[in-house]
């Protein structure tokens, strides 16, 4: 039985799915960390459509990226775009502001798994103007 607090979890992540302009987020787990006081491991997969790509945006976490299926190009304030291909990584810190995060193919979706560690029921997701 799923406590009520992982319910809520996707309702964080729904904001976070409209604004990647379709990308699919699914959560896969969520879990307090005892020995780190206010602090959750949430784990989600990532699905961008051929040919899209997320607004700037920032986690205020450690988004640990793990690339599944087709490529992904990302990017982080002040680092260079990388574009990364399935079994490749990357790592966003709690005050990096993610520039660029789209899919390489305009034919072919891509999928990725990101684990984050951030403050326990803060939002995934923050828009960056």
Do not use: C, W
């Not at 009520?4 to 904001?15: E, K, T």
């Not at 005892?34 to 459509?49: C, N, Q, R, S």
């Not at 051929?50 to 988004?63: E, F, L, M, Q, V």
């Not at 993610?98 to 034919?107: D, F, K």
């Amino acid at each position: 039985m799923r406590s009520s607090r992982f319910l809520l979890v996707p309702a964080f992540l729904i904001g976070g799915a409209l604004m990647a302009q379709d990308a699919q987020v699914t959560p896969l787990m969520s879990k307090d960390l005892a020995d780190f006081p206010g602090k959750e491991g949430l784990m989600i997969t990532v699905v961008y459509p051929p040919g899209a790509s997320d607004p700037i945006h920032r986690h205020n976490a450690h988004a640990f990226v793990y690339v599944l299926e087709g490529s992904v190009v990302m990017q982080v304030k002040g680092g260079k775009e990388v574009t990364l291909t399935p079994g490749q990584t990357f790592y966003e810190g709690p005050n990096d502001i993610h520039m660029v995060g789209r899919n390489a193919s305009t034919t072919k979706p891509a999928k990725f798994l990101v684990f984050l560690v951030k403050n326990k029921n803060a939002p995934v997701l923050l828009p960056v103007k």
